[in-house]
Nanobody, 125 residues
Framework: QVQLVESGGGLVQAGGSLRLACAAS????????MGWFRQAPGKEREFVAR????????DYADSVKGRFTISRDNAKNTMYLQMNNLKAEDTAVYSC??????????????????WGQGTQVTVSS
């Protein structure tokens, strides 16, 4: 059974930092990229960042560039999202997923599968 579990969310003041983790279990995702998405109340899910299997290639949404950093530790089957200088508009449920296909543009969630349950990030202004 494939499972992705996110952790590290919480309540933080604007300007603060959080580090999210996405731990994979049940199988390894050797050769697969992974990504982070978020969904705020009343809004559609949106792409945040993605990383290649080796970690040598990354992409970010314009809204988080320069503030967020995606990384992974394949030995631990874990991906991370370091979030700095958080803003109120970053408040959302953050979910991770495995990039299983590359048919759509990188930021399209249809490329991704095995979604985690999400972790809440709340930024107070």
């Amino acid at each position: 059974q494939v499972q992705l579990v996110e952790s590290g969310g919480g309540l933080v003041q604007a300007g603060g930092s959080l580090r999210l983790a996405c731990a994979a279990s049940g199988r390894t995702f050797s050769g697969y990229g992974m990504g982070w998405f978020r969904q705020a109340p009343g809004k559609e899910r949106e792409f945040v960042a993605r990383i290649s299997w080796s970690g040598s290639s990354t992409d970010y949404a314009d809204s988080v560039k320069g503030r967020f950093t995606i990384s992974r530790d394949n030995a631990k089957n874990t991906m991370y999202l370091q979030m700095n200088n958080l803003k109120a508009e970053d408040t959302a449920v953050y979910s991770c997923a495995v990039k299983t296909i590359a048919y759509y543009t990188t930021s399209d969630s249809r490329n991704y599968a095995f979604w985690g349950q999400g972790t809440q990030v709340t930024v107070s202004s």
